[in-house]
C-alpha cells in the first residue's frame, strides 16, 4: 500500500438514536434494541437541522439501533456492515440500571475500579477494543480500493456506531483514553484519518477529532 496521507479521507462517527434503555439509563449492550419512537423524532430534528454532514459511504454495526439510525440519517446510501462493531457485553450488568446495581458487590467494585475490571459473565474492555480494531482494519481494506480511485478527492465514511465502539477507536487511534468520548445519542465527532503504508498494522493509522456533532 503507498503512502496515503496526501488522501483526505473524513470519518463522521455517529452514535445510534435513542432507545427505551439509553432513556432509562441502563446498560444497553448484546441485547438487540431498536430505536424509540422519540429516538427516531430526535435523529429527523438533527437532520433537519443539518447537524449530520453528507457521506459517501456508510459503515455500521450489525445491530439494529445501529441500522435503523443509519437508515434515517442516510437512507438513500447502501449499508456496509461490520460485525465486530457491535457494542460491549455488559454480562451480569447488562440491560440494568444504577438504581438496580448499586447495593450488587460485583458492580461497586467495577465503579470502584474505574471501569477497568471485566464485566461478569460478560466481556473485557481489551478485547472489546481488539474487536473494535479489527473491524477498524476491515472497513479500511474496503476503503483502499475506493480511495485507489479517487486520490485527489476528499472521502466522507459515515460510521454509525455504539457509544462503546466510538470510545474504543478513538482511544486506539485517536490517542485518546478510553472515556474523552462518549457522545449523546444521535451526536458524534467528525474526525480526519490518514494511513502510511501498510494499512493493516495499526500503528499506521491516525485519527484526529476536527469537530463534534
Same mark, same amino acid.
Given at each position: 500500500?503507498?503512502?496515503?496521507? $496526501?488522501?483526505? @479521507?473524513?470519518?463522521?462517527?455517529?452514535?445510534?438514536?435513542?432507545?427505551?434503555?439509553?432513556?432509562?439509563?441502563?446498560?444497553?449492550?448484546?441485547? +438487540?434494541?431498536?430505536?424509540?419512537?422519540?429516538?427516531?423524532?430526535?435523529?429527523?430534528?438533527?437532520?433537519?437541522?443539518?447537524?449530520?454532514?453528507?457521506?459517501?459511504?456508510?459503515?455500521?454495526?450489525?445491530?439494529?439501533?445501529?441500522?435503523?439510525?443509519?437508515?434515517?440519517?442516510?437512507?438513500?446510501?447502501?449499508?456496509?456492515? @461490520?460485525?465486530?462493531?457491535?457494542? @460491549?457485553? %455488559?454480562?451480569?450488568?447488562?440491560?440494568? =440500571?444504577?438504581?438496580?446495581?448499586?447495593?450488587?458487590?460485583?458492580?461497586?467494585?467495577?465503579? +470502584?475500579?474505574?471501569?477497568?475490571?471485566? %464485566?461478569?459473565?460478560?466481556?473485557?474492555?481489551?478485547?472489546?477494543?481488539?474487536?473494535?480494531?479489527?473491524?477498524? &482494519? $476491515?472497513?479500511?481494506?474496503?476503503?483502499?480500493? &475506493?480511495?485507489?480511485?479517487?486520490?485527489?478527492?476528499?472521502?466522507?465514511?459515515?460510521?454509525?456506531?455504539?457509544?462503546?465502539? !466510538?470510545?474504543?477507536?478513538?482511544?486506539? %487511534?485517536?490517542?485518546? =483514553?478510553?472515556? +474523552?468520548?462518549?457522545?449523546? =445519542?444521535?451526536?458524534?465527532? @467528525?474526525?480526519?484519518?490518514?494511513?502510511?503504508?501498510? !494499512?493493516?498494522? $495499526? =500503528?499506521?493509522?491516525?485519527?484526529?477529532?476536527?469537530?463534534?456533532?
Amino acid at each position: 500500500m503507498q503512502n496515503r496521507a $496526501k488522501n483526505q @479521507i473524513m470519518l463522521v462517527f455517529i452514535r445510534h438514536g435513542k432507545t427505551q434503555a439509553n432513556s432509562e439509563n441502563r446498560y444497553l449492550g448484546r441485547t +438487540d434494541e431498536s430505536i424509540s419512537n422519540s429516538g427516531a423524532k430526535e435523529l429527523l430534528s438533527y437532520k433537519t437541522q443539518n447537524y449530520y454532514p453528507s457521506v459517501d459511504y456508510v459503515f455500521t454495526s450489525p445491530m439494529k439501533r445501529c441500522i435503523e439510525t443509519a437508515k434515517i440519517i442516510y437512507h438513500k446510501l447502501s449499508l456496509t456492515v @461490520i460485525p465486530e462493531w457491535r457494542e @460491549i457485553d %455488559f454480562g451480569r450488568f447488562e440491560y440494568k =440500571n444504577y438504581s438496580e446495581l448499586k447495593k450488587d458487590v460485583q458492580y461497586q467494585a467495577w465503579i +470502584d475500579s474505574q471501569g477497568t475490571l471485566d %464485566f461478569p459473565e460478560g466481556e473485557s474492555r481489551k478485547h472489546f477494543i481488539m474487536r473494535c480494531e479489527r473491524g477498524f &482494519i $476491515k472497513m479500511c481494506d474496503i476503503l483502499c480500493h &475506493i480511495a485507489e480511485q479517487n486520490t485527489n478527492t476528499p472521502i466522507w465514511l459515515g460510521i454509525i456506531v455504539h457509544g462503546g465502539t !466510538i470510545m474504543a477507536l478513538l482511544s486506539s %487511534f485517536g490517542g485518546k =483514553n478510553y472515556f +474523552d468520548c462518549q457522545p449523546l =445519542n444521535g451526536r458524534g465527532y @467528525i474526525c480526519s484519518m490518514r494511513w502510511y503504508e501498510t !494499512i493493516s498494522d $495499526k =500503528n499506521n493509522i491516525k485519527i484526529e477529532v476536527v469537530k463534534k456533532i
